[in-house]
């Protein structure tokens, strides 16, 4: 059964940087190299926003997706050997606090997505605040 663990979070002032990670198990052979992971959080109240996705290494063209808000400031990226996930965040905003959590698309899919109901596994999060 594959599971998510996520870890990085923390408080930081505006304008600073946190890196997420995610590892990830239960995948066998090279199954977590094509799989499509992604990030999302979210803050109390509201539901929860994609904020980056990137695709398996079987995907063409375009590999990474952010939502808008995000695009310049945060990164995704991959260890498929350690089956790790990462989110590097620059530039941090108080509109950026929130629950962030990986997830998982089912490993036949290729495409990266910013949708939460195209992903069937999820860590428990880690939390991230901004303060201005």
């Known amino acids: 059964q594959v599971r998510l663990v996520e870890s990085g979070g923390g408080s930081v002032q505006a304008g600073g940087s946190l890196r997420l990670s995610c590892e990830a198990s239960?995948?066998?052979?090279?199954?977590?190299?094509?799989?499509?992971m992604g990030w999302f959080r979210q803050a109390p109240g509201k539901e929860r926003e994609g904020v980056a996705s990137i695709a398996g290494a079987g995907a063409s063209g375009r590999k990474d997706w952010y939502v808008d808000t995000v695009k310049g400031r945060f990164t995704i990226s991959r260890d498929n050997a350690k089956q790790l996930l990462y989110l590097q965040m620059n530039d941090l905003k108080p509109e950026d606090s929130g629950m962030y959590y990986c997830a998982a698309r089912p490993s036949w899919v290729a495409g990266a997505s910013l949708r939460a109901d195209q992903y069937d596994a999820w860590g428990q999060g880690t939390q991230v605040t901004a303060s201005s």
């Open positions: 239960g995948y066998s052979g090279a199954t977590y190299t094509y799989t499509v």
